[in-house]
């Protein structure tokens, strides 16, 4: 009985910190959110209840659409993409360059990973603007310049192109390392058995890897919704509310208008999202792997 006791009391020791963190810098931030939501608080000022007005408040509100619409294209535009990539390179790094030139591949796309997003936002904005080296290239091969960062079309793809560009070394690691703990003995097998490359990655890999495939789409959806000064530094938004997300939403409404009323329930509105988003992949790779 003493024994168990010891046991529960180190238990809970082991993870008071980490709970301790979690609560004051998540928990307790998100309930505070929730609560301002529902008032009109500038700092200044102690927050006035007002009810659901900035809810409706927010309905109405064309630069909360648009922003709305534009994270879910961000989204879409970079989740799919940036976990392709990763899970094709690392497959490809596992099977064929196991020694030092894979190690430097590796390392060589981890670089944007570590990199400051202002300073990877800082250094495509030069890249890209009318012009950078990208323009100048597409002149020395007799095309077009292009816009790339002031025309509507453009401006989303730019800032979807980068962020992949930033974030595919991240997800390379994550989907090597679950490579890596697949037996070599399935591919051997599946070898003599005459399966070919490409059939041991369908029959065996992308299997083998539905967990770690969940946890890369699930960090990169929630990091595509948190997406902010990378936009911010590239656009600002811009042009007109074509690259506008719902952290930028947030921003402008917090630090620019003072209203922290207003941005906790733009805030909530993305938290929920998020939430509903993260259920769906849930539903969807539970029947996957039923």
């Not at 980490?18 to 009109?40: D, E, H, K, W």
């Not at 070919?196 to 065996?204: A, D, H, L, N």
Request: hydrophobic share 55%; net charge positive.
């Amino acid at each position: 009985m003493i024994n168990r006791r010891k046991e529960a009391i180190q238990g809970i020791l082991y993870v008071l910190p980490s709970f301790v963190l979690i609560l004051t810098f998540a928990v307790i931030p998100i309930l505070m959110s929730g609560f301002f939501s529902f008032t009109q608080y500038n700092v200044m000022q102690p927050p006035q209840w007002i009810g659901l007005d900035n809810y409706i408040r927010m309905t109405k509100d064309p630069y909360v659409k648009a922003s709305l619409v534009n994270t879910v294209i961000f989204t879409i535009g970079t989740v799919p993409v940036q976990t392709f990539l990763s899970l094709v390179i690392a497959a490809v790094l596992a099977e064929m360059f196991r020694g030092h030139f894979g190690g430097f591949v590796k390392s060589a796309l981890f670089v944007p990973v570590i990199a400051s997003a202002i300073l990877v936002g800082t250094l495509w904005s030069f890249l890209l603007n009318p012009r950078g080296i990208v323009n100048l290239i597409l002149q020395a091969l007799n095309l077009p310049a292009v816009n790339w960062l002031g025309g509507k079309a453009t401006a989303m793809f730019s800032v979807c192109l980068v962020s992949v560009w930033k974030n595919v070394g991240y997800f390379l690691v994550i989907y090597y390392a679950g490579i890596m703990d697949i037996p070599r003995s399935q591919y051997e097998a599946a070898k003599v058995d005459g399966a070919s490359p490409i059939q041991c990655f369908f029959r065996i890999t992308l299997p083998s890897l539905k967990s770690v495939t969940y946890l890369v789409v699930t960090l990169g959806t929630i990091w595509s919704f948190q997406v902010f000064d990378l936009v911010y530094n590239m656009t600002g938004g811009g042009p007109g509310t074509a690259t506008q997300t719902l952290v930028l939403t947030i921003y402008n409404a917090a630090f620019k208008e003072y209203s922290m009323g207003y941005a906790s329930a733009v805030a909530m509105l993305m938290f929920l999202f998020v939430l509903l988003i993260n259920a769906i992949q849930k539903i969807f790779f539970r029947e996957k792997e039923v």
